[in-house]
């Protein structure tokens, strides 16, 4: 089995930061394409950013400057810096990673439960 989980979340005042943590175990082989995505209430699911298994990133116009994705291939952990955080940054954020599974050759996505971000004003 394999399982990202999310770590990170909480009330932050506008303007503050926050990390988010998403950590992949159980039978893994590789993980590729990590992303984080972030679904505020009444609204879609919406794509926040994306890192490749080298390191290479986009981020969604609303977030470029201010969030940033890191990963850490040897922990197959991915993180979510957040600075100046808007009250509009308010959602549940998830993580999603592209992963083969020891013994497989074929790669699946697989989503970490979501955490709540929550940014008064």
């Known amino acids: 089995q394999v399982q990202p989980v999310v770590s990170g979340g909480g009330v932050v005042q506008s303007g503050r930061s926050l990390r988010l943590t998403c950590a992949a175990s159980g039978t893994i082989a590789s993980i590729h394409t990590m992303a984080w995505y972030r679904q505020a209430p009444g609204k879609q699911r919406e794509l926040v950013g994306t890192?490749?298994?080298?390191?290479?990133?986009n981020y969604a116009d609303s977030v470029k400057g201010r969030f940033t994705i890191s990963r850490d291939n040897a922990k197959d952990t991915m993180y979510l810096q957040m600075n100046s955080l808007k009250p509009e940054d308010t959602a549940v954020y998830y993580c999603?990673?592209?992963?083969?599974?020891?013994?497989?050759?074929?790669?699946?996505?697989?989503w970490g439960q979501g955490t709540q971000v929550t940014v008064s004003s």
């Open positions: 999603k990673a592209e992963i083969r599974r020891s013994g497989t050759l074929r790669r699946d996505d697989y």
């Open positions: 890192i490749s298994s080298s390191g290479s990133t």
